[in-house]
């Protein structure tokens, strides 16, 4: 597998992990030690990954609501050996969001390091 389709491996499982609202996925996909930041209101949100899987874990998934995917990958950029950004969008509507993950090999695995993004209401 080359790096490549490994990073995209990883993409992939986060954004089946959000939307079957699947926390054990987002984790394997995530570093523990990763955060979620976002401009929100005017004011910057960090959320640790832990605080976040909880959050996944106590609400409804877009698949048990019957949600249809809105998961586009936007670009991949291999940057060096051990570091990647990966641009996409997905959603639980009627918040639409883009994603820029930057991904790390560590120890061996390509895991996301952090996650910046952005939110759009729509509807």
């Not at 995209?8 to 992990?17: I, K, M, N, S």
């Amino acid at each position: 597998m080359t790096d490549r389709e490994a990073i995209e491996a990883v993409v992939r499982t986060y954004l089946d992990g959000l939307y079957e609202g699947d926390a054990d996925k987002l984790a394997h996909a995530f570093h523990p030690t990763s955060a979620l930041t976002q401009w929100w209101e005017g004011e910057l949100k960090i959320t640790p990954r832990d605080a976040w899987l909880e959050a996944v874990r106590n609400r409804p998934s877009p698949k048990s609501q019957g949600l249809a995917r809105h998961d586009e990958i936007l670009s991949i950029d291999v940057v060096g050996p051990d570091m990647a950004l990966v641009k996409l969008r997905c959603a639980i509507p009627p918040r639409f969001f883009t994603d820029l993950l930057s991904l790390l090999r560590i120890d061996g695995r390509w895991q996301v390091a952090q996650k910046v993004f952005m939110t759009e209401l729509r509807g």
